[in-house]
């Protein structure tokens, strides 16, 4: 597939290389993409650098990496050419980073998905990628074994299947927990979130 990765910092710059290393296309964007060089050379396999709206074009998925409280600026910005296609969404909501917006859908108890949904009218938005810290998917990546889980929320069966596959060619155990809203099960400051699990052990936690 071709992949826009908006966002190439901890999280998109991690699962990007994985991706490539796959066979996916993949095109990192950010707002300074002449700072993104090194990434695209120590990636390989074709790699590019551009624009937001460059990754949002290109993508047939596109991995939303930005700070939670970018969303509805991002979605103005590139919502049009998101209709349609699979949207990762692993930004995470900090009110200490990301004001009275994330203390609200903290407390709203409906997840962060169906905010992103909302700011991206038509896109098939696929909580994914927010709740295993960086490093552990640096470190982790196809080890043998129980792979990490990584927790999905989707109302889109299609684009779920799809995120499936795109965790799976990283080299983690895809875990659906079900619609939009389930995505405040593995939100920041859930049991589950931020612990590296395996997939067997998030399954038992969420008990799915």
């Keep these: 597939m071709n992949i826009g990765i908006i966002g190439s910092g901890m999280i998109g710059g991690t699962v990007g290389p994985l991706w490539a290393k796959a066979g996916h296309r993949v095109l990192y964007a950010s707002r300074h993409p002449e700072n993104l060089a090194?990434?695209?050379?120590?990636?390989?396999?074709?790699?590019?650098?551009?624009?937001?709206?460059?990754?949002?074009?290109?993508?047939?998925?596109?991995?939303?990496?930005?700070?939670?409280?970018?969303?509805?600026?991002?979605?103005?910005?590139?919502?049009?050419?998101?209709?349609?296609?699979?949207?990762?969404?692993?930004?995470?909501?900090?009110?200490?980073?990301?004001?009275?917006?994330?203390?609200?859908?903290?407390?709203?108890?409906?997840?962060?998905g169906p905010f992103t949904a909302a700011a991206l009218p038509g896109a098939r938005v696929v909580r994914a990628f927010n709740s295993v810290y960086f490093e552990v998917l640096k470190r982790e990546a196809h080890r043998a074994g129980d792979q990490?889980?990584?927790?999905?929320?989707?109302?889109?069966?299609?684009?779920?299947?799809?995120?499936?596959?795109?965790?799976?060619?990283?080299?983690?155990?895809?875990v659906v927990v079900g619609g939009l809203e389930t995505s405040a099960r593995f939100d920041v400051g859930t049991p589950?979130?931020?612990?590296?699990?395996?997939?067997?052990?998030?399954?038992?936690?969420?008990?799915?």
């Design 38 to 112: 090194q990434l695209v050379r120590d990636t390989g396999h074709g790699a590019r650098a551009g624009s937001p709206a460059e990754a949002a074009a290109f993508g047939e998925a596109v991995l939303l990496a930005v700070p939670f409280g970018a969303t509805p600026d991002l979605g103005k910005a590139v919502g049009n050419a998101l209709r349609g296609k699979v949207v990762l969404d692993a930004g995470n909501p900090y009110p200490s980073r990301d004001g009275a917006v994330a203390t609200e859908v903290l407390k709203s108890g409906r997840g962060s």
């Design 192 to 208: 589950v979130y931020n612990t590296g699990m395996s997939g067997p052990a998030l399954r038992r936690a969420l008990g799915l």
């Design 148 to 174: 990490v889980g990584v927790p999905l929320a989707g109302d889109d069966a299609d684009a779920l299947a799809v995120a499936e596959e795109l965790v799976r060619d990283a080299g983690f155990d895809p």
